[in-house]
């Protein structure tokens, strides 16, 4: 998903770790307010990360999600549900990713399952930072939860009129798969997020119980916008390598 930018946010709180101050400069996270302040004050919150195995462990939901951040907490310092008439800029930093891998942010509100929220780009005004961010906006939280994660990345493939078209998708630089969508299967224009992870045959040769597998494809992913309405048929076509028997 794309970020969504936004430069007009003049002003920022910024928080910082407290005794450790050796990741991202020390800096913990940054809250920003859209044109004017609103009543916001930096005191009104309170922002800490934590490295601990186990916090970093509950926001990662499968093995292709790699934590590349602390998880931070913020809360409002009063204790009460924190509110404000116009939408707060969350900013946290992370660690920079390879090129095939792409940064999925994950929210907890009030100890709720963690969910992939909407990312906003960095307002131009913390260009000076000069470490990686990505954020998202909220208005009222009790405790928000922020981890950063990645991911291999994924190819947009917009699907339109497919209430009286069918489709096919194929990845870009990739000619093992085709997936076709049959006519009717979505009922407006949506997105389907394709993953095309070529670094499994390189996993695989590291593990022990599975050298004898030699795979004939990169590992093939597809998410939609939303629920299909029909069956979608997928067409791989494996890369098959014969090895040369011995003769006698």
């Known amino acids: 998903m794309p970020y969504f930018e936004d430069t007009k946010a003049k002003e920022d709180a910024r928080y910082y770790r407290g005794s450790d101050q050796r990741d991202h400069n020390g800096l913990c996270?940054?809250?920003?307010?859209?044109?004017?302040?609103?009543?916001?004050?930096k005191e009104d919150l309170s922002c800490v990360s934590s490295d601990r195995p186990d916090d970093l462990k509950c926001c990662s939901e499968n093995k292709e999600e790699i934590v590349v951040a602390s998880v931070v907490t913020i809360t409002p310092t009063d204790g009460l549900e924190?509110?404000?008439?116009?939408?707060?800029?969350?900013?946290?930093?992370?660690?920079?990713?390879?090129?095939?891998?792409?940064?999925?942010?994950k929210i907890s509100i009030d100890g709720s399952k963690w969910t992939y929220p909407e990312k906003i780009a960095p307002t131009s005004n913390l260009n000076e930072i000069n470490i990686p961010l990505v954020g998202t906006s909220l208005v009222k939280f009790n405790?928000?939860?922020?981890?950063?994660?990645?991911?291999?990345?994924?190819?947009?493939?917009?699907?339109?009129?497919?209430?009286?078209?069918?489709?096919?998708?194929?990845?870009?630089?990739?000619?093992?798969?085709?997936?076709?969508?049959?006519?009717?299967?979505?009922?407006?224009?949506?997105?389907?997020?394709?993953?095309?992870?070529?670094?499994?045959?390189?996993?695989?040769?590291?593990?022990?119980?599975?050298?004898?597998?030699?795979?004939?494809?990169?590992?093939?992913?597809?998410?939609?916008?939303?629920?299909?309405?029909?069956?979608?048929?997928?067409?791989?076509?494996?890369?098959y390598i014969k090895k040369a028997g011995k003769t006698v």
């Open 29 to 41: 996270c940054v809250v920003t307010v859209v044109e004017g302040n609103h009543g916001f004050t």
């Open 143 to 239: 405790q928000l939860e922020i981890a950063v994660v990645s991911r291999p990345k994924r190819e947009s493939h917009v699907i339109k009129n497919n209430g009286s078209n069918a489709a096919e998708i194929r990845p870009y630089n990739n000619e093992n798969f085709i997936m076709r969508i049959p006519e009717g299967t979505f009922y407006r224009d949506i997105c389907a997020h394709l993953k095309v992870d070529t670094g499994l045959a390189s996993r695989v040769s590291t593990e022990p119980d599975f050298n004898h597998i030699r795979p004939a494809t990169p590992l093939f992913g597809i998410e939609f916008d939303e629920y299909t309405q029909n069956d979608v048929t997928l067409d791989i076509q494996p890369n």
């Open 82 to 105: 924190f509110a404000i008439d116009v939408p707060m800029r969350i900013f946290v930093p992370h660690l920079s990713i390879e090129n095939d891998k792409e940064i999925k942010l």
